[in-house]
């Protein structure tokens, strides 16, 4: 296995195999809540460098057998793809700007309200994770090359799982009122919004989701000199 697939696979190790499972309560019962994040966030961030520059490497041979296609896309996939990662990424970035109960250093964030979720959390109570979730979903669907499946797989089952992870903690938590806020937000979006469990209110995510837009919009017009494949 190239450096591609060993960046990837110890990106995915530590935030399943570490931070989703009770590893992380002993890591944090070690060495403390505030040094454990730290050192989670500059061990990730290291791997995401080590996995963007290994891909970009791993593309670039013509002879990695990598980049041979696990399967062909249809064309017309490529209109579902142009919603899922246009929406994915919107919802990312609005929910990166709306901190809640589900964000690590606010979980008592809004749950103290009448209504504890507001916003983009009204959709979903992971709008970044789902947001991540939707855009790979989205690449999956047109690109077949088995680097592509690995990457956008892997990095979508991730974040689901993920999202699963902190319910789990969310619900360990006592007197934090998270059982009010699961009761009016799903996991899966806008599942609470047609179950009558929540409302739309579009006028809460506000600039927020103007941002998100804007942000997808200029990632599709710049995807070309960025990633070398023009979005469109």
């Known amino acids: 296995m190239g450096g591609f697939g060993w960046a990837l696979a110890f990106f995915v190790l530590i935030h399943v195999g570490v931070s989703a499972t009770g590893l992380r309560t002993r890591l944090v019962g070690w060495i403390g809540?505030?040094?454990?994040?730290?050192?989670?966030?500059?061990?990730?961030?290291?791997?995401?460098?080590?996995?963007i520059q290994s891909y970009g490497a791993m593309r670039a041979d013509p002879f990695d057998p990598l980049n041979e296609a696990a399967w062909a896309p249809p064309s017309w996939l490529r209109w579902p793809s142009y919603a899922l990662t246009f929406f994915g990424v919107s919802l990312a970035v609005a929910g990166v700007l709306t901190p809640g109960p589900t964000f690590a250093g606010f979980e008592r964030r809004g749950l103290e309200r009448p209504e504890p979720a507001h916003g983009v959390l009204r959709i979903t109570r992971h709008p970044f994770l789902w947001g991540i979730a939707l855009w790979a979903a989205?690449?999956?669907?047109?690109?077949?090359?088995?680097?592509?499946?690995?990457?956008?797989?892997?990095?979508?089952?991730?974040?689901?799982?993920?999202?699963?992870?902190?319910?789990?903690?969310?619900?360990?938590r006592p007197g934090e009122g998270w059982d009010a806020f699961e009761d009016v937000t799903s996991n899966a979006p806008f599942v609470a919004i047609t179950q009558g469990r929540n409302r739309l209110a579009l006028g809460e995510i506000g600039w927020r989701g103007l941002v998100g837009i804007a942000a997808a919009v200029l990632i599709a017009l710049a995807h070309g000199r960025l990633f070398g494949v023009d979005a469109l």
Do not use: C, Q, T
């Open 33 to 51: 809540e505030g040094p454990y994040r730290a050192v989670f966030s500059l061990v990730s961030l290291a791997l995401l460098a080590w996995l």
């Open 138 to 172: 989205g690449h999956l669907l047109v690109n077949g090359e088995r680097s592509a499946v690995m990457l956008f797989g892997a990095l979508g089952l991730m974040v689901i799982f993920g999202a699963r992870s902190i319910d789990r903690k969310g619900r360990a």
